[in-house]
């Protein structure tokens, strides 16, 4: 059993390990079983707004999920986080591998692919290690802690993971911010 008293850090480092010790293949198996997962849920199906993620390489990748989204004429809405002491910014994507405009090096001052927060239904949630309390630890930056308090009251908040990504416990701290659902390979956790 894992001790709850282990450090953000700690629990950062053996899960990078972990997550880097998967090997391609049978990341790719658990990314298909994970994506077929979240296609056939019911939030996800009756979503028409949804924020996704551009993964790092120890998050369940997204370019699948935001390619079937698009074609399934999904409205697909990518955080824009920049600086920290400024307001974070949706933007809407036609496709699959596009970036936000800042992340692209564009200008985007007339706001013609901004989306307001208040539109979305749903949100993917990345990270790092979750708990069946809906206890989320991202790479570390604050990101989703800063964008989540912001959603709408009705917009689900999903984490997408590995079943090994799902330990006892995350120590959350005041600032953290918990998720609603975990989909993973074997399961749908709703946080108890």
Same mark, same amino acid.
């Given at each position: 059993?894992?001790?709850?008293?282990?450090?953000?850090?700690?629990?950062?480092?053996?899960?990078?390990?972990?997550?880097?010790?998967?090997? =391609?293949?049978? %990341?790719?198996? +658990?990314?298909?079983?994970?994506?077929?997962? @979240?296609? #056939? *849920?019911?939030?996800?199906?009756?979503?028409?707004?949804?924020?996704?993620?551009?993964?790092?390489?120890?998050?369940?990748?997204?370019? =699948?999920?935001? %390619?079937?989204? +698009?074609?399934?004429?999904?409205?697909?809405? @990518?955080? #824009? *986080?920049?600086?920290?002491?400024?307001?974070?910014?949706?933007?809407?994507?036609?496709?699959?591998?596009?970036?936000?405009?800042?992340?692209?090096?564009?200008?985007?001052?007339?706001?013609?692919?901004?989306?307001?927060?208040?539109?979305?239904?749903?949100?993917?949630?990345?990270?790092?290690?979750?708990?069946?309390?809906?206890?989320?630890?991202?790479?570390?930056?604050?990101?989703?802690?800063?964008?989540?308090?912001?959603?709408?009251?009705?917009?689900?908040?999903?984490?997408?993971?590995?079943?090994?990504?799902?330990?006892?416990?995350?120590?959350?701290?005041?600032?953290?911010?918990?998720?609603?659902?975990?989909?993973?390979?074997?399961?749908?956790?709703?946080?108890?």
């Amino acid at each position: 059993m894992e001790d709850s008293k282990e450090t953000k850090d700690e629990i950062r480092s053996r899960m990078f390990k972990k997550m880097e010790a998967i090997p =391609e293949s049978k %990341k790719t198996e +658990l990314t298909r079983m994970v994506r077929r997962r @979240l296609f #056939d *849920f019911a939030n996800f199906i009756e979503s028409k707004i949804a924020m996704l993620y551009v993964n790092k390489p120890f998050e369940v990748p997204s370019r =699948e999920i935001i %390619k079937k989204a +698009l074609s399934q004429g999904k409205i697909i809405v @990518l955080p #824009d *986080f920049g600086q920290p002491s400024r307001p974070i910014k949706l933007f809407k994507i036609d496709a699959p591998g596009e970036a936000p405009p800042a992340a692209a090096g564009e200008d985007d001052s007339e706001g013609s692919r901004a989306v307001p927060i208040e539109c979305l239904d749903i949100v993917i949630v990345p990270g790092l290690a979750f708990d069946e309390k809906g206890g989320r630890m991202g790479s570390g930056n604050g990101h989703y802690d800063r964008v989540m308090p912001h959603l709408p009251i009705t917009a689900r908040k999903v984490a997408l993971a590995f079943e090994e990504q799902v330990i006892p416990q995350v120590n959350m701290e005041s600032h953290d911010k918990y998720v609603d659902i975990i989909i993973t390979e074997k399961r749908t956790i709703y946080k108890i």
